[in-house]
């Protein structure tokens, strides 16, 4: 059974930065692709970066381009997401991804449709 398990969000300032880690079990894809969405209230989800673990490629959304960065630790099954001078449009559960298996990966595009397995998410919130 596949399970996804992300933490490490919290509170932080405009300008603050956090890590979170998202750890993978129960699958055994001589590759894959994993990624982090997020989703505000009231708006739709939306893709935030993906990683590879065929060469590590990533993949960004514009939005957070340069701010954020994905990384992976492929023996522990574990992705993580860097993210510094967050602004209060950063503000979202975050939820880590597992892209079904696929004769092509479309991990680049962010597609949430092509995810199939899902953690529970960890929350990200601003603090004045």
Do not use: H, N
């Not at 079990?25 to 970066?49: H, I, L, N």
């Not at 199939?116 to 990200?124: E, I, K, L, N, P």
Request: aromatic content about 12%.
């Amino acid at each position: 059974q596949v399970r996804l398990e992300e933490s490490g969000g919290g509170s932080v300032q405009p300008g603050g930065s956090l890590r979170l880690s998202c750890a993978a079990s129960g699958f055994d894809y001589s590759t894959y692709c994993m990624a982090w969405f997020r989703q505000a209230p009231g708006k739709k989800r939306e893709g935030v970066a993906s990683i590879s673990s065929r060469g590590g490629r990533t993949s960004y959304a514009d939005s957070v381009k340069d701010r954020f960065t994905i990384s992976q630790d492929i023996a522990k099954k574990t992705i993580y997401l860097e993210m510094r001078y967050l602004e209060p449009e950063d503000t979202a559960r975050y939820y880590c991804a597992l892209e079904r298996p696929r004769p092509t990966s479309r991990c680049g595009l962010l597609v949430d449709l092509d995810f199939a397995y899902w953690g529970q998410g960890t929350q990200v919130t601003f603090s004045s």
